[in-house]
């Protein structure tokens, strides 16, 4: 019998209780339509669920089918270790539907498989939609098509009253509608578009204050974290700097002044306004911070700099041997979730212009490590999110070979009627679930996916 654990999903707007192997991961099928299941060591995916009328439908697949080979050639085994990455069927099927789509010819646009269902050994056949590859000579088309997808899905989810709609309350609106802001912006979407306005307005909150306190010391409505301050300097700040304007810079400097009062003596942070774990606090509020304000500067607004410093002389203790970004600055917390951290300190450090040989050793642990970037404490697309933009500060070719790195999770993200699909870390995703699967996956999709620009204001 195989052990379940529970997770809670958000399924258009209704609270599920799904189940999910204990030692496996489900993830969707891309254009084959539906989801599948991996398990370590295991070379097959076990299929959990075929969309009605998907090309998986067509061909005959059924749930609980094991899919073991690709064209003839049996898939490899699924790896549980960070630095696996998809290495196992996830990366083999990914792959093999960016190349099996972009064929031109209708009657050769197929994906063979072979399928053990009991006991018995089958050969089917999938018909594809058509869409260019990922992996071409110029991926170019095919970025774009993905981002054309996941900026109108996107789209679909915002509220009349302007923000994107988390299943946690005002801190995860306030995440989740301000990286859906700079996403679109990152996308291409016009400066004055009325919907990105309507993000702007609806995150700078009643009287533009951005929901915080008069005393940034105390909690405010829905007990504010300082990931959501953080994330709202960014949007606001990118938004301003898109339209060259300083129409948000008195929230901005609100919200920058109460990530700098939150900030202990001794440089370290808590989610919201107590420092936390017993003081040892939480290094990827720091770098969040650093993020926040680096792109406040960048915009016009006021920024304190002695918190600044306290900030980055605890992460400057905080570094691992290994280069990346530690969880406290105890020694010996581990690396194998630092993507985040080290790539929102990096991202902040190299647009800042503080390019010494701490910002190197954030870079190269992000190039060694490509394969780490959806590992997480619990939210891992955002490490996926700023890794190729830190990366882009150092050069194009270290972006492309991340993106490389990654084209099975993005190929296997995109269904056959368009949707994009969430695909969660090998551990807890806890953090991404609070935000909606849906959405979140199409930020993601479109941070990915943006064309490395040069920073505004610097």
Known sequence: MRRTARVWVFVTGALLLAPLTAAGERFPLGALGGTGEVEVGEAWVRVHEVQEGSPLALAGVQVEDRLVGLGGVPLPPHGKGVDAGGDGPQRALGLALDGACAVEDAEARVLRFSVVRGEEALQLTARLPHRPALGAEDPGPAREALRAAAAAQLRKGQRLVGKWEAPVGLTGDRWITAWALVALLEAGAEPDDEQLAQAARWLAGPDEQAWVNDDPLTKGPDNLGNWALAATCVALAEHDLARGMHEWKPTL????????????????????????????????????????????????????????DRSLASLRASIDPNGGMRYWTMKGTGTGDATLRTASLALALGRAGEGDEFLGTLLDYLERHPARAREAHAMGTPGLMLTPHALATRSPEARQAFLEEWRWYLALMRGPDDRLHYIGGKGNNGGDSYLGFGQVAAVTALMMLAEPRKPAGH
Do not use: F
């Not at 001794?266 to 003081?279: A, L, S």
């Not at 606090?281 to 911070?289: R, S, T, Y």
């Open 253 to 308: 400097e609100r919200c920058a002044a109460a990530l700098a009062a939150r900030c202990s003596e001794e440089g370290r942070y808590g989610h919201d306004v107590i420092t936390g774990y017993d003081g040892k606090g939480l290094n990827v509020i720091n770098c969040l911070a650093h993020l926040a304000w680096e792109r406040c500067e960048a915009a016009g607004a006021a920024i304190d700099r002695a918190a600044w």
